[in-house]
């Protein structure tokens, strides 16, 4: 974890491929995918670094009782998203459900829709109270927190509760927020999160990873801990030996089988066992410019992570600006995202560079002049790489950023309705939104959307 304090901080430092420090090593939320009904508080005591420290949970059971399994998908969801645009000191994004269900990777059918609800409430209404165990500018600092601070939710249709229109504006939890901003964060291997198939595993691969980088940031190789006192830190309620072990014994096979752990170990007997993780060694972590960069062209995490692995960001920038300018000179591939990789590994010069693009490269970096236009041809370059469903939702996103400040959510409602029905031509929006993301342009193009969509 980085605990130190932040220089002034530029937009893009902070990526989605990181975790807060504290809640990944507090494990908030219960690794179990289903608990009992009533079971809306917990309080845990433990020992770090020579200190006594608790923290205490208290759940609102109008909304299923404390976190627990999804919630762990949705508050690593939102906060990829708050990061994605630039920490923004307020803590609120503007996003969809159908937006925020496709980041999770779940389906988007109403089942979901109703299981997000219920854990954008849980992740709301839940109040935590950490003694000595929050770290905050060098020491343990003692806070009461939320989640979540506020979901303002609309566009619900019909009937009652989410659905695809529905626009979610969220706050994120100051003290959450404040502690991303001042970069008190561990990496976090997305790659491998998104490969986990089941709740559980996923929570238990935070909550490991959290206590593998726990030591001022340097990874250990093997972490032990009393069997009751993780129980009592994975939540489990059923505290008989056997019943944690055979909770934890799906969990451990994934991760196994994945790749994170090499083995778990079993050591004594009865209630005082203790589990002994053996993790395996760490793959190179891919950059996370250059995933940003290849995800922005539409390829899906697990690929964009393994080409930021094998190649260097020089390599990948050079075969992205390759790639963008034959397709400005007219090639339509059938397969973008497959003929990106192709030009990606090209080894042999199949590729010849469009006429243009070597005296693009050879003009200076930073024109006088003409330089957020060409920033502009790169974003619309991008944009027209990525797939139809990508590109919309790429295209809320940025609404979302742009009209933060100047939107309420039934306004976002009505733009996006809009734009999923075709009254607002996408490409042209697009650019007109490009050229509009300076704040008084942005004013002004908002009032003038709201005047034209009846807002």
């Not at 010069?349 to 024109?367: I, M, T």
Request: charged fraction near 30%.
């Amino acid at each position: 974890m980085n605990d130190s304090r932040p220089a002034r901080r530029r937009e893009r430092e902070i990526t989605s491929h990181i975790d807060e420090g504290n809640i990944a090593f507090l494990g908030l939320i219960s690794v179990q995918e289903r608990i009992p009904e009533g079971f809306t508080r917990w309080d845990l005591e433990f020992e770090f670094q020579g200190r006594r420290a608790s923290i205490t949970c208290r759940g609102n059971p109008d909304y299923g009782g404390v976190p627990h399994g999804l919630d762990n998908d949705v508050s690593l969801a939102v906060l990829a998203l708050y990061q994605r645009f630039g920490c923004p000191a307020d803590g609120v994004i503007v996003t969809t459900a159908y937006q925020l269900l496709k980041l999770i990777g779940l389906d988007t059918s109403g089942y979901y829709y109703r299981a997000l609800e219920r854990s954008l409430g849980r992740l709301t209404h839940t109040t935590y109270t950490a003694r000595e165990a929050w770290r905050e500018g060098g020491r343990w600092e003692s806070k009461q927190f939320r989640y979540l601070e506020k979901v303002h939710a609309t566009g619900t249709g019909e009937g009652d509760g989410l659905d695809g229109k529905t626009v979610l504006k969220i706050e994120l939890g100051k003290e959450i927020a404040a502690s991303v901003r001042a970069r008190y964060i561990k990496p976090l291997d997305l790659e491998l999160l998104a490969s986990l198939k089941r709740p559980p595993t996923r929570g238990l691969y935070r909550l490991l990873d959290g206590r593998r980088f726990a030591a001022g940031g340097a990874a250990v190789r093997v972490f032990e801990v009393g069997l009751l006192e993780w129980a009592d830190t994975c939540k489990i309620l059923d505290k008989r030996p056997e019943k944690i072990r055979r909770t934890l014994q799906g969990a451990h096979e994934e991760l196994i089988q994945r790749g994170y752990l090499e083995g778990v170990e079993y050591v004594g007997r009865g209630k005082k066992q203790r589990i002994r993780y053996h993790f395996a060694p760490l793959q190179p972590v891919p950059d996370p410019a250059g995933v940003e960069l290849l995800l922005a062209q539409g390829l899906s995490l697990p690929v964009a992570q393994r080409y930021a692995r094998e190649y260097d960001l020089e390599h990948l920038r050079a075969r992205v600006a390759l790639y963008s300018a034959i397709l400005e000179q007219g090639y339509r591939p059938r397969n973008r995202a497959g003929f990106l990789v192709d030009v990606i590994k090209d080894a042999q010069g199949k590729y010849a560079n469009p006429a243009d693009f070597a005296a693009r490269r050879a003009r200076p970096a930073a024109a006088a002049q003409g330089g957020g236009e060409e920033g502009e041809a790169d974003a619309l370059a991008v944009w027209r790489a990525m797939a139809a469903e990508e590109r919309m939702n790429h295209l809320k996103t940025v609404c979302g950023m742009v009209f933060k400040r100047h939107f309420a959510p039934r306004d976002f409602e009505l733009l996006f309705e809009a734009l999923d029905e075709g009254r607002l031509e996408a490409d042209a929006f697009y650019r007109e939104l490009l050229a509009h993301s300076a704040p008084r342009k942005a004013a002004a193009l908002a009032a003038r959307l709201r005047e034209g969509l009846g807002g």
